[in-house]
């Protein structure tokens, strides 16, 4: 840290601190910040030591799962955001009513996902600022199918944007997501979010290139690395895989790995969807969840599902592809390509969204349109068949330059520390008496929401 520069106690506030793009950028800052000297701790609702990064389950973060014994997560797979802020609140109350809160005395908060926390933060807390790190509005991520469902919505977009509005900072991922927000929360036009790239663990680049890259014998692997939802489109690259010719497959696997929670309805239906696609169009697939089942599959599978890969084998895969595919359309950002190109992979993505700031198109990789099977089925051959060894290699070597120069962990940390310095510099932003008047009213709202829910499936399943 500069010399003369405070040490601050920063607090973080997630959601559900799983394995995914967001709860990576969650680690990486707080694992930047402590380097920098400041002292982090992460307060979750649910952080599972089997399901989440290694930072978090090692000791090297303080991570502290509290407010996760009254509320689930969902109510028989719905009214997941209700449930989100409902834990939310829980945890507010236990760290406050147990002192937990105090006792850290907090000089910042890093608030991410969910925003209803910030005018709690700031009257428990008025001394110290809040940024907010928006991913993507989640008025956008949300379903509204039929009338009901969007007069739910309606409250809960308020509220994301109200508290939003009252953050002291606002950073967004990338210029793309900055341009999302400004759409999507009109009346929030007098902030303009500063962009923060994620950024990749570059500390382990000598040692990942000792990675012994051959993980199946006589093997190519086109790579796929997301979490099982149905927004990032894997269906793509099962399609694309298929129009190889039977002929030029030959000695090529595709590997769909990525985060997998069994708690999650989608995660487990959209895994089984996937399956049924690759037997629909005659392709042999198989499911593991560890790296001994994955290197026993017979040498016949041409699909292999990977759930919940740990980080070291996420590192094998990502240096022993010929080809990451990244197929989510419109994505904030997008950290796999960024690990795939510091792996000398090149990478095909879409032509949409935060891979088109990181991507160079015929330089690290390629962007093609999603609708477009068969230009990703071009480029799958391109690369297994048509391209030298030497174009690839200096391909990834440029992949790999472009990384280290502009998405490190170290100039992540430096940028997040100096909103942090700007926060203190700048006046704060509160709420009046009559929004707290009508937050008041949204919470009484969300409540009797709970309660009837509870009442009809309480009629639903134990009348039936």
């Known amino acids: 840290m500069a010399s003369g520069r405070k040490k601050k106690a920063i607090v973080f506030l997630h959601p559900d601190l ?46 502290r799962v509290r407010g996760n014994s009254l509320v ?178 030959l000695g090529v696997r595709l590997v769909l790995a990525g985060g997998y929670d069994p708690r999650v309805a989608e995660n487990v239906s959209y895994h089984r969807e996937l399956v049924r696609l690759a037997d629909s169009l005659g392709i042999k697939s198989a499911t593991t969840k560890t790296l001994v089942t994955a290197l026993n599959v017979p040498a016949d599978i041409d699909v292999l599902f990977l759930l919940s890969v740990p980080a070291t084998l996420k590192s094998t895969l990502l240096h022993a592809a010929e080809l990451l595919v990244y197929t989510p359309p419109n994505e904030h950002f997008g950290i796999v390509p960024l690990e795939a190109m510091l792996a000398c992979t090149p990478v095909l993505a879409a032509n949409s969204g935060g891979p088109l700031e990181t991507i160079l198109q015929g330089v690290t990789g390629w962007h093609r349109p999603v609708d477009d099977v068969e230009a990703w089925t071009d480029i799958m051959d391109l690369v297994l068949h048509r391209l030298g060894q030497d174009e690839l290699e200096q391909m990834g070597k440029k992949g790999k330059k472009r990384v280290l120069d502009e998405f490190s962990e170290v100039a992540m940390a430096r940028r997040m520390d100096h909103e942090f310095e700007l926060l203190d510099r700048l006046p704060r932003r509160r709420g009046g008496i009559l929004s707290w008047m009508f937050l008041l009213a949204v919470l009484l709202w969300f409540w009797s929401v709970v309660i009837g829910a509870a009442a009809w499936a309480y009629s639903r399943y134990w009348y039936a």
């Open 72 to 249: 689930p997560s969902n109510i028989l797979g719905r009214f997941a955001i209700l449930c989100a802020i409902l834990r939310q609140l829980h945890l507010l109350l236990e760290i406050r009513s147990s002192g937990e809160l105090s006792s850290r005395k907090p000089d910042a908060f890093f608030v991410d996902q969910l925003s209803f926390c910030i005018p709690f933060l700031q009257r428990l807390q008025p001394q110290a600022n809040t940024l907010f790190y928006c991913h993507f509005p989640d008025k956008l991520l949300a379903s509204r199918t039929g009338q009901v469902k969007r007069a739910y919505r309606v409250p809960f977009d308020w509220l994301e944007g109200w508290t939003t509005g009252l953050a002291d900072g606002l950073v967004v991922n990338s210029k793309f997501t900055r341009g999302v927000f400004a759409e999507a929360f009109p009346g929030l036009r007098r902030m303009v979010p500063r962009v923060i790239y994620p950024c990749v663990d570059t500390s382990r680049v000598e040692l990942d290139a000792k990675i012994e890259q051959q993980l199946w014998d006589e093997k190519k692997i086109i790579l796929s690395i997301n979490r099982f939802e149905r927004k990032k489109g894997v269906e793509l690259a099962i399609k694309a895989y298929a129009g190889l010719e039977p002929g030029r497959r």
């Open 18 to 63: 799983g394995i995914g793009g967001a709860e990576r950028l969650v680690v990486d800052a707080a694992v930047g910040l402590q380097k920098l000297g400041h002292t982090v701790t992460i307060f979750t609702s649910h952080c599972d030591p089997k399901h989440c990064f290694d930072e978090a389950r090692d000791g090297t973060l303080d991570v």
